[in-house]
Nanobody, 114 residues
Framework: QVRLVESGGGTVQAGGSLRLSCLAS????????MSWYRRAPGKERELVAL????????NYGDSVKGRFTTSRDNAKNTVYLQMNNLQPEDTAVYYC???????WGQGTQVTVSS
């Protein structure tokens, strides 16, 4: 059974940092690109980042470029999202997603206070 479990969300002040993790199971993790999305209240779901199988190539949404970094550890079946200089507009539920398997995690809440 394919499963994605996010962790690391929480509440931080503006300018702070958080690191999200997504632990994958039920598939050969190293063979799949991974992505992060977020959904803020009242807004459409937004692509935050995606990372290819080896981790050598990653792309980012315009709103997070220069502040967020995604990486992966294929030995640990885990993808990460390092979020720096967080701003109130980054407040959202963050989801891990495997595009090729159309599988979502349960999400983790990130709240940034001003």
């Amino acid at each position: 059974q394919v499963r994605l479990v996010e962790s690391g969300g929480g509440t931080v002040q503006a300018g702070g940092s958080l690191r999200l993790s997504c632990l994958a199971s039920g598939f050969t993790f190293s063979n799949y690109g991974m992505s992060w999305y977020r959904r803020a209240p009242g807004k459409e779901r937004e692509l935050v980042a995606l990372i290819f199988t080896t981790g050598a190539i990653a792309n980012y949404g315009d709103s997070v470029k220069g502040r967020f970094t995604t990486s992966r550890d294929n030995a640990k079946n885990t993808v990460y999202l390092q979020m720096n200089n967080l701003q109130p507009e980054d407040t959202a539920v963050y989801y891990c997603y495997v595009p090729s398997l159309s599988t979502w995690g349960q999400g983790t809440q990130v709240t940034v206070s001003s």
